[in-house]
């Protein structure tokens, strides 16, 4: 008698199809993820391979070009009217206006309907900065290499890997890197209110910000810039254990650009649910359902923009 597989499903289809789409994520970082996160049998050779180098996975994404060589036209990025993934195989880089031998891919432009820009700058030796248009602010994260700021005083600072700046419009300053380095950069056009001063300028670096709490919610959180109304977006830092998600599936007027810095997990973005990792890029538009869940046996951090302290009106 020819044996019978008996295969029930959930009574919720899209729940089913979620269940199958984590377990063979699950498969296939069994496959070719080591016990220490996405370092692949092909990444073993790489000198970055295991390094204490806090994401560096962002520069040297496990699905790279070079691991996608047997799967021409390959890409797990993704463009709709509401929400985009891009990922790192999809990045085109070309020099960045007024900076000086410095290559930039734009990943998030108001071309695709956001509010805001958002890319990658990759400095090289010697190499400076140039200034952001009439009244528009930037926000400058960096996640490889050192870079010295100085600002309107001719005051320095210098900004490693987890430190950052804002800079208020029109405010004078320039970068420099001495060596490569590679900076996440965030600049929108400055939102006044009548009445309130402007924000000021400020240096800072993620570790030395305050856990915050999070009422309903497991994550752990920090904000980057002050909740002032004089700010009109905040950078927040939030990390997930393994096996951790959000509770809220949230819908709301704001945007987002989001940059997974270290980890993997699950994004779901409207109707889709996207398998993500450390090196993604996200942009959510207004009213987008959102929701995310860390898998694997890494942490979870990622960087977010969020626009804040402005009435949808204006």
Request: hydrophobic share 40%; charged share 20%; proline share 8%.
């Amino acid at each position: 008698m020819r044996p019978v597989l008996n295969i029930s499903f959930s009574p919720e289809p899209r729940l089913t199809l979620v269940v199958i789409v984590i377990a063979a994520l699950g498969l296939l970082i069994q496959g070719v993820v080591g016990g220490d996160g996405f370092c692949s049998v092909l990444d073993a050779t790489d000198k970055g391979c295991g390094e204490e180098s806090l994401y560096w996975k962002v520069n040297s994404p496990t699905l790279s070009p070079s691991h996608l060589r047997d799967l021409p036209g390959f890409t797990r990025s993704v463009y709709k009217k509401d929400h985009a993934l891009i990922t790192p195989e999809s990045h085109v880089f070309g020099p960045l206006p007024d900076w000086t031998n410095t290559l930039a891919a734009f990943l998030i432009t108001p071309a695709m309907g956001s509010q805001f820009t958002l890319y990658f700058a990759k400095m090289q030796e010697k190499s400076t900065s140039g200034l952001p248009p009439q009244d528009v602010e930037r926000f400058i994260f960096v996640v490889k290499g050192v870079v010295s700021l100085t600002d309107a005083s001719e005051k320095i600072h210098d900004l490693k890997v987890d430190s950052y700046a804002y800079v208020p419009p029109n405010f004078e300053h320039f970068l420099k890197a001495d060596s490569t380095a590679t900076l996440l950069v965030i600049e929108r056009r400055y939102a006044p209110l009548d009445g309130i001063g402007g924000p000021a300028f400020l240096v800072g670096s993620t570790d030395k910000q305050p856990l915050l709490e999070t009422p309903g919610e497991i994550f752990e959180l920090r904000k980057l810039l002050p909740t002032d109304v004089a700010y009109d977006f905040n950078i927040h830092i939030m990390d997930f254990k393994p096996g951790e998600f959000l509770n809220v599936k949230e819908v709301h007027y704001n945007q987002h650009g989001l940059l997974l810095l270290e980890g993997q997990g699950i994004y779901r973005l409207g109707d889709s649910w996207y398998p993500v990792q450390a090196g993604d890029v996200i942009w959510m538009a207004p009213f987008v359902p959102q929701w995310y869940a860390a898998l694997g046996k890494t942490v979870t951090r990622y960087l977010i923009y969020k626009d804040t302290n402005r009435n949808p009106l204006l």
